[in-house]
């Protein structure tokens, strides 16, 4: 695979959770700068957290999809224009410093907004890995931004109620399994 076709593959895994295809175009150090809001498990370098960070995005969105819309490589950098496009059927849970921050329950909404990615691939290998995202509209579609009112008292009495911190150690379980089911292969 050239260049592209390593970066295009890292979406793949994360659409799909293809451990194989994780351990052939994953480095065993890579890192994912993106993982400061994600579970524990999406830290872990290499192929295991990046199929912890696939683990815990399908478990917000189904069907899951990252068309890439552009590209530009230059050295060992690649950089892919693309789309985060899928359904929310599940809670959205993002963290800080290793805790709940905020769970975001189902709406049922489409999400579809445009995101730059800057992947390095050394030896045919993804080795790192940053991006640009629209996190606003992507909120904006879930209804969170603004605040519309039906969804923020969804958000507010998920709290209270302690089913968003049930959701966010489920999705940190999920997450873990993902990453040691590469781990103990």
């Known amino acids: 695979m050239d260049s592209f076709e390593v970066a295009a593959a890292l979406f793949r895994v994360l659409e799909t959770g293809d451990a194989a295809l994780a351990g052939r175009v994953v480095a065993a ?3 994912n700068r993106e993982a400061a809001v994600s ?4 830290s872990i370098p290499g192929p295991a ?20 819309t ?14 985060m ?3 929310h059927t599940g809670p959205f849970v993002r963290f800080r410093n290793g805790g709940l921050d905020r769970a975001i329950p189902p709406t049922g909404r ?9 992947v390095t691939v050394r030896d045919g290998e993804v080795v790192r890995h940053e991006a640009l995202r629209d ?8 209804g969170v931004f603004p605040p519309s009112p039906s969804v923020m008292g969804r958000v507010v009495t998920w709290r209270l109620t302690g089913r968003a911190k049930k ?6 379980a999920l997450s873990a399994a993902a990453a040691a089911s590469f781990t103990d292969a």
């Open 135 to 142: 996190d606003l509209t992507m909120l904006g579609q879930l």
């Open 110 to 118: 489409e999400i579809d907004f445009e995101q730059l990615h800057v």
């Open 85 to 87: 496009r899928g359904t």
């Open 49 to 68: 957290g990046t199929l912890a960070s696939g683990a815990w995005m399908r478990s917000a969105f189904s069907e899951l999809r990252f068309p890439v």
């Open 39 to 42: 579970p524990a498990a999406c």
């Open 29 to 31: 150090d890579n890192h």
């Open 167 to 172: 959701a966010a150690d489920e999705v940190t």
């Open 70 to 83: 552009d590209s530009a490589s230059k050295d060992d950098k690649v950089w892919l224009l693309l789309r």
